[in-house]
């Protein structure tokens, strides 16, 4: 049997530390949850490279929304990550009509100099997964889509990513509202990478860090 990924959403190095005690085995770093996650800054991407020996996907967003915004403000920000230590990446962008912009997608992996990255869950957010998916396979990088399969989250998308758990292409990282029942029916359907935030926190309250014994609790329920 494949051994799960469990990757962990951090703020800080002191989220990926706690990450990293309770075993996660990747972290995702953002900034901002009140926007779902923008890009960090390249002082705490140095600081989370300093403190833990774990590969860290680094977001790479700058509005709420899906759309793109100001690309050659994207690529300016890729390469300043790039330079703070960052070598994997997490982005994903939406036109105004909720399909993929595959001119932005296109134009901000070029700056990520053949660095490995996450389509995030923007595809949840689009008209047509279907075309979300053929649209970006075989993008130079990508090795990851995260997913809950709906807007809002697992609880009503868990059919949807069962149905795309054998579809093959980019591995499958499966969370957003992630929770206990959710992990068997996954599991069963063949899903390896899981993607966990709010779960790992005391109350699912954004305001407290990482909890260490939450992470090893997920990450018992995934061997388990």
């Given at each position: 049997m494949i051994m799960p990924l469990l990757e962990v959403i951090a703020l800080d190095a002191a989220d990926a530390r706690n990450a990293w005690d309770g075993g996660a085995d990747r972290v995702e770093l953002v900034s901002d949850m009140?926007?779902?996650?923008?890009?960090?800054?390249?002082?705490?991407?140095?600081?989370?490279?300093?403190?833990?020996?774990?590969?860290?996907?680094?977001?790479?967003?700058?509005?709420?929304?899906?759309?793109?915004?100001?690309?050659?403000?994207?690529?300016?920000?890729?390469?300043?990550?790039?330079?703070a230590g960052g070598d994997q990446f997490v982005l994903g962008f939406l036109d105004?009509?909720?399909?993929?912009?595959?001119?932005?997608?296109?134009?901000?992996?070029?700056a990520l100099d053949g660095a490995p990255w996450t389509f995030h869950r923007a595809i949840d957010h689009a008209g047509d997964r279907a075309a979300v998916w053929a649209a970006i396979a075989?993008?130079?990088?990508?090795?990851t889509v995260l997913t809950a399969g709906a807007p809002a989250g697992l609880s009503?998308?868990?059919?949807?990513?069962?149905?795309?758990?054998?579809?093959?292409?980019?591995?499958?990282?499966?969370?957003?509202?992630?929770?206990?029942?959710?992990?068997?029916?996954?599991?069963?359907?063949?899903?390896?990478?899981?993607?966990?935030?709010?779960?790992?926190?005391?109350?699912?309250?954004?305001?407290?860090?990482?909890?260490?014994?939450?992470?090893h609790r997920l990450r018992a329920s995934l061997t388990g």
């Open positions: 009140a926007a779902a996650g923008l890009s960090p800054a390249p002082s705490t991407v140095a600081a989370v490279r300093a403190a833990v020996d774990l590969p860290v996907r680094v977001m790479l967003r700058s509005r709420a929304d899906f759309a793109a915004g100001d690309l050659d403000a994207l690529r300016r920000t890729a390469k300043e990550l790039r330079s105004r009509n909720g399909d993929v912009d595959l001119p932005a997608v296109r134009t901000v992996v070029d075989g993008l130079p990088g990508l090795d009503e998308g868990l059919a949807t990513v069962l149905g795309e758990a054998s579809a093959g292409g980019p591995q499958l990282l499966v969370g957003g509202g992630l929770r206990d029942e959710h992990i068997a029916p996954l599991r069963a359907a063949g899903v390896t990478a899981f993607h966990s935030g709010a779960a790992v926190r005391r109350d699912r309250d954004w305001d407290n860090p990482v909890d260490p014994g939450l992470v």
